[in-house]
């Protein structure tokens, strides 16, 4: 069979990012090792073990970032030395960290000019936990679990688990999957996700592996979270009430996005993520065109007193920021650029600001100023989108209405929804749709 040169989901980087990881080929190189294992009494602590260093002059610094407690240690100087805080003591024969994690917020900075975020908890149980491994400087550490686990560049899985993986272009995948993990989860599915989303989306950074570490436990107010662009995904096992494509192909988004971006545009980062992941499902048919107005549908709600220009966290930046997305597709619809390419332009190591990308705009794809300027409006006067980017006869509906109908819809409401929406519709109305409200700030 032919293929088709104008089919742009078959363009595959061929160009990944390597992340030293630490069971990769860094492990050659590295002059320290060290085992990480769970605590057996207290199961939200580990302790990373150092073996001795091989160098005469022996140099090693410990970063700990604020939401990593120190519960005990030996053999470090506490205190802070070259830019780390824990500092290789040379007279001790034994070097030892014990930790826990933090809850910690998404936006840990809190301003009146960048509103919202969310509380996120790494999970632990009896027998497992997945937890983040602080950065080590001047030395290299290959960490291994000293029973079964799990090591990704910076987060650990200590406990049983299979790991399910699949290579896509230059991209490989793990999913470390729990032992105690939902029996509905399929990781075969979420790689179906995860290779379509990698296949359309022709921009960014990719990492040549992405660990996505699947829980049963839960994470606080987030259904999955990827923690600064990294290459490491934590995600709940299963999401009762909506689509789990838009979840694992939203948090892949934030694996290809890079910090280079001014405040005045990080609202794109999960407007894009969102917006991105609805597209790419409802395009390779991982979900429905009702599924997909449903999750734009609160992008059309205004948002007041939130402008998006310094928004990062704010349920504004997740959904009125995806809805300017979709205006900015179809606005693209005749344009030589895609929306992928404006992904790539923004994200693709370089210092881009608000004014930038409206010169990119004008420039490369022909935007009119009355268009640009309509931007203008919605992301700094908060001006809601229009609502002609809907899909379905759920266009037709007021937005809030789209959004609980929508939740029909999701995996576990859909037999039910063959019989039950007609009648709630007709009968029983929004006292009933209402109960099946959708929780919007479901990721990260
Ligand atoms: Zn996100």
Redesign the pocket.
């Known amino acids: 069979m032919a293929t088709d040169d104008s089919t742009q989901s078959l363009d595959i980087p061929d160009d990944c990012v390597n992340v030293a990881d630490r069971t990769g080929p860094a492990a050659q190189e590295s002059t320290v090792s060290a085992m990480i294992e769970q605590d057996d009494t207290n199961p939200d602590i580990v302790t990373i073990t150092y073996d001795s260093i091989t160098n005469d002059d022996p140099n090693l610094g410990v970063d700990i970032p604020s939401r990593l407690e120190v519960v005990d240690s030996a053999g470090f100087d506490d205190h802070y030395i070259g830019g780390s805080d824990f500092y290789w003591n040379t007279s001790s024969d034994s070097h030892w960290i014990s930790y826990r994690m933090s809850s910690f917020q998404s936006t840990e900075s809190h301003d009146d000019a960048s509103p919202g975020h969310h509380t996120i908890d790494y999970p632990h149980s009896e027998n497992s936990i997945i937890i983040e491994i602080p950065d080590h400087a001047i030395e290299n550490v290959t960490i291994q679990p000293t029973d079964e686990g799990h090591i990704g560049s910076d987060l650990a899985y200590l406990g049983d688990h299979t790991v399910e993986s699949r290579d896509v272009g230059c991209q490989t995948f793990e999913v470390v999957v729990d032992d105690d993990v939902s029996r509905w989860f399929d990781a075969n599915d979420r790689l179906d996700d995860l290779e379509v989303a990698a296949k359309a989306i022709n921009g960014g950074q990719q990492f040549e592996t992405v660990s996505i570490f699947v829980t049963p436990h839960d994470l606080g107010d987030v259904g999955g ?2 923690r600064g662009f990294g290459n490491s995904i934590v995600i709940e096992d299963y999401n009762s009430n909506r689509n789990p494509s838009f979840l694992w192909i ?2 892949y ?2 694996s290809l996005q890079q910090d280079t971006i001014d405040s005045n545009l990080y609202w794109t ?2 407007a894009s ?2 917006y991105l992941s609805y597209k790419i499902a409802l395009d390779h048919g991982l979900a429905t065109s009702v599924e997909y107005d449903a999750q734009l549908a609160p992008g059309y709600m205004a948002y007041e007193n939130v402008t998006l220009d310094r928004s990062i966290h704010h349920q504004a930046a ?1 959904h009125h920021g995806a809805a300017v997305f979709a205006q900015l597709d179809s606005d693209l619809e005749n344009s030589e650029t895609s929306i992928y390419d404006v992904f790539d332009w923004i994200y693709t190591d370089r210092s881009t600001d608000y004014d930038d990308l409206q010169a990119y705009l004008a420039a490369e794809a022909n935007l009119s100023e009355g268009t640009l300027e309509q931007y203008d409006e919605r992301v700094f006067d908060s001006q809601p989108a229009d609502e002609q980017y809907q899909n379905s006869w759920m266009g037709e509906l007021p937005p809030r209405v789209a959004l609980e109908i929508g939740a029909l819809f999701a995996p576990g409401f859909r037999m039910m929804s063959i019989v039950f929406l007609p009648l709630s519709v007709c009968l029983l109305g929004n006292t009933v749709i209402r109960v099946l409200r959708l929780r919007p700030e479901f ?2």
């Open positions: 979270f990827n939203h948090e988004v934030h980062v999960e993520a969102n997740y990721d990260f």
